[in-house]
């Protein structure tokens, strides 16, 4: 017997959320690409519970492309912490802020 | 076999090839460059009169020629337009060809008396100035389209305004030229107007067609127009009924004639024209420039043979210039001045005769107009020479002993203007008025009566001026040459040299001979077959330039009928109204210390003397109304149109200023600002798609 999709939808939801809200309170920019991996997955739970749902293979596929996608995010988000380390001698995002108006 | 016709570009290249020589290597020639241009100019009247006699028919048949020869804008698909320049030589054409190519060829010669042995300075510039000047007077002549014709005429008008302003240091010319560049150019913007709608209209500025082996590939605009009226071809009349348009696109074209030939109220520049040197007086005002504007009319003459109404225009306007002027002339004291206000009055007399349907007349008088205007000027750049550069007549007196040569030939010049039979001038203007008098009493009869009415007041008004010229003319003469020397340099003044008295010679005969060429009275009279001009310009192998043409036309599409009349009594009446006027010069001038008569004419000399206010008029007209609207219109630029550019611009950069604030530079805050704006766009969804729903 199969699990409900609205079930699947709440969890994603949740998911989302606890994404969101670390961007939104944490300073460090390691937590940040983090949530932001929370966020990416909030979104495949979607895809694979609606491609569940319409008994169509497609959301399951993109979920497959988003995954790598965030493999290649996390790659370039790390090497951007790494020059932050070295230029800033930390993570804390509110310290680069110099790159505005 | 290359014939004639393929050195006619010739004509007008020497010219051209003088001006470079001149500019460039005029200061290293012991003459200032002079040689170039009589040499080219030299050239130029040998071809013309190749040319002419190639189209009289002495080489061969009698021919024409129209081609086009460069085709600098090439149209591409339906109703594009192709501009050419071109190549016609019609009767018409070989006729002013040799005029135009002839007094230049004299006023280049002249000019080594008056400006080389006068000891001018910039001669290089001067001569260069006279060589463009030719060329692009030849140029405009033999002109096949009316684009062509605009492009040189403009030129005309440039070398004008470097001519007359020659002598740039002293205050006068500078001004004069400007004026005479701006006043000419008020009216050739109706030109470039009225050239702009014939090619929007016929899709063609050819004056006539281009045939070849019998067939017409090309039409000219003034057939199509025709055709037009006939019903059997269709152009874009822009909403106006087809025959109105045609006078409008006529009355557009006649802008320029009438700013060109100074015709009224467009010839306030002639006079001021008068501060260049005397030899350019000479080409300006006899054979170049101001008869382009009458040579135009005469080019594209079946164009306005198509309205009634414009050739109405044209005559009163030519008319009325010939009295207005010569009224003025009576009153000038200044030599070259009279001869100024005689000029505007007799370009007068070709546009009545236009006007009026007087073709050949216009033509006749153009001819004879252009030998003895020239001379009238040459001679006054003699007198001048010897006066040591003093142009008021009450300083001279008695000339006619000390300068022989040239009393007798300006005698022949004034006589042939004055009238008097047999020089040239009488024939001519004999004939202008008795083509406005036998057309005007022949259109009253009939349906145009109105037209018929306006060329009996032009004639009427030609007629009076006949008198004043008479007038005008004599006392120029007997103020210059007869009574007492009353300064010492009238006393001193000696005859020139030849290169002075060889044109003055040329062209003294001219003026009293020319007029031969078409004795209208004189065949009526005797039964012979004299009227040359009317035979040499009713041929010719282009059938649309010929006055057979013209006479059709006039008759059945203008409606201008002649009447019965004899040429004898009109021409009676002229001559004795000539003689009076030079009675009257006689009685009051020629005696040995002539007093200034014209203090009897009171308040009237006021008038006179300030030519009528004219300038007065013009200038308020362009301080009073022109610059207030400039303002006004600036204002309007400047305040309303800037100021909404500039409004915009400067709230945008308000709001800008304020808005990049948000820019904080915090990641976070970016994250926060982009989760809300998705929640509002999300509530605003659901809430349009309740409303929606």
């Known amino acids: 017997m199969a699990v409900v999709t609205e079930y699947y939808l709440l969890l994603s939801a949740a998911v989302f959320c606890i994404g969101l809200y670390g961007i939104l309170t944490r300073e460090s920019a390691l937590l940040f690409l983090m949530s932001v991996e929370l966020m990416l997955n909030a979104a495949n739970i979607n895809f694979v519970a609606f491609s569940f749902y319409w008994g169509n293979l497609t959301g399951q596929v993109f979920s497959l492309f988003t995954m790598a996608l965030a493999a290649a995010e996390v790659a370039v988000g790390i090497g951007i912490i790494l020059v932050l380390y070295r230029n800033f001698e930390g993570i804390d995002v509110t310290e680069a802020a110099t790159m505005r108006w | ?160 305004y470097l001519l007359i302003g020659f002598w740039f240091r002293d205050d006068g010319p500078p001004s004069a030229a400007k004026k005479a560049f701006l ?128 050739l109405a225009v044209i005559a009163l306007v030519g008319g009325f210039t010939a009295l207005f002027a010569a009224t003025m002339g009576v009153v000038k004291q200044e030599l070259k001045q009279v001869l100024a206000y005689s000029t505007i009055s007799q370009y007068g007399y070709m546009m009545l005769a236009l006007g009026a349907g007087g073709y050949t007349a216009a033509v006749f008088h153009l001819t004879t107009h252009a030998v003895f205007k020239a001379l009238l000027f040459l001679g006054a750049g003699s007198v001048i020479i010897a006066m040591h550069h003093e142009e008021n007549m009450w300083t001279m007196g008695g000339l006619k002993d000390r300068m022989p040569v040239t009393y007798y030939t300006f005698l022949s010049g004034s006589l042939a203007l004055a009238g008097i039979v047999p020089f040239a001038g009488f024939w001519s203007k004999d004939e202008v008025l008795f083509e406005a008098l036998v057309h005007g009493l022949g259109t009253l009869e009939t349906e145009a009566s109105m037209v018929g009415t306006l060329l009996l007041v032009g004639y009427a008004m030609g007629l009076l001026a006949v008198f004043f ?47 031969f060429i078409n004795m209208v009275p004189v065949a009526e009279l005797t039964g012979a077959e004299i009227e040359f001009l009317h035979d040499w310009l009713a041929h010719g192998g282009i059938d649309a330039t010929t006055t057979e043409t013209y006479s059709e036309l006039l008759h059945d599409v203008a409606g201008i009928e002649a009447a019965e009349l004899g040429a004898l009594g009109p021409g009676a009446v002229s001559l004795a109204l000539a003689l009076a006027g030079v009675g009257t010069a ?108």
């Open chain 2, 183 to 310: 006043v000419t150019r008020f009216g050739d913007y109706f030109f470039l107007v009225g050239v702009v709608g014939v090619f929007a209209t016929f899709g063609t500025g050819l004056f006539a067609p281009i045939t070849d082996g019998g067939t017409v590939v090309a039409e000219s605009f003034p057939q199509v127009a025709e055709h037009a009226l006939g019903g059997e071809a269709s152009v874009e009349t822009f909403g106006l009924e087809t025959g109105t348009w045609f006078t409008v696109l006529g009355l557009l074209v006649l802008g320029g004639v009438i700013g060109k030939s100074a015709q009224f109220p467009l010839h306030t520049w002639l006079p001021d024209a008068m501060e260049g040197p005397t030899p350019v007086s000479a080409l300006i005002h006899a054979a170049t420039m101001v008869a382009a504007g009458v040579y135009l009319v005469a080019r594209m003459y079946g164009f306005y043979l198509l309205s009634p109404q414009a």
């Open chain 2, 469 to 515: 010229t008479a007038f005008y003319t004599f006392r120029m003469v007997f103020l210059t040459f007869h009574g007492d020397a009353r300064t010492d340099a009238a006393r001193d003044a000696t005859e020139n040299r030849w290169n002075v008295t060889f044109p003055l010679a040329v062209l003294g005969i001219g003026a009293a001979t020319v007029g």
């Open chain 2, 586 to 693: 006689w009685t009051l001038y020629n005696v040995p210390d002539p007093v200034e008569q014209t203090d009897k004419l009171g308040g009237l000399k006021t008038l006179l003397v300030h030519n009528y206010y004219q300038d007065e008029y013009q200038v308020w007209l362009a301080q009073g109304v022109t610059v207030p609207l400039a303002r006004a219109a600036d204002r309007f630029d400047q305040g309303v149109v800037d100021g909404v550019v500039n409004g915009i611009s400067s709230v945008s950069l308000f709001t800008g200023s304020r808005f990049r604030r948000i820019q904080s530079g915090l990641v976070t805050n970016y994250a926060a600002l982009m989760t809300l704006s998705l929640v509002l766009l999300l509530i605003v969804f659901v809430l349009a798609g309740e409303v929606m729903g």
């Open chain 2, 1 to 160: 076999m290359a014939g004639v016709y393929d050195f006619v570009p010739a004509i007008a290249a020497l010219p051209f090839l003088a001006f470079l020589v001149s500019l460039f290597f005029g200061r290293y020639m012991p003459k200032r460059g002079a040689e170039a241009g009589v040499i080219a100019t030299a050239g130029s009247l040998g071809l013309s009169t190749w040319t002419a006699l190639t189209v009289a028919g002495f080489t061969g048949p009698a021919t024409s020629y129209n081609a086009n020869l460069y085709t600098w804008v090439q149209g591409v698909g339906d109703g594009a337009l192709t501009l050419s320049l071109g190549v016609l030589v019609d009767p018409l054409a070989a006729l002013m060809l040799l005029i135009v190519s002839l007094i230049s060829f004299l006023v280049h010669v002249f000019s080594l008396g008056y400006m080389n042995d006068e000891g001018e300075t910039g001669l290089p510039r001067y001569y260069a100035g006279l060589g463009l000047f030719t060329a692009s007077m030849l140029a405009f002549v033999f002109s096949n389209n009316l684009l062509m014709a605009f492009m040189f005429f403009e030129l005309v008008g440039l070398c004008s």
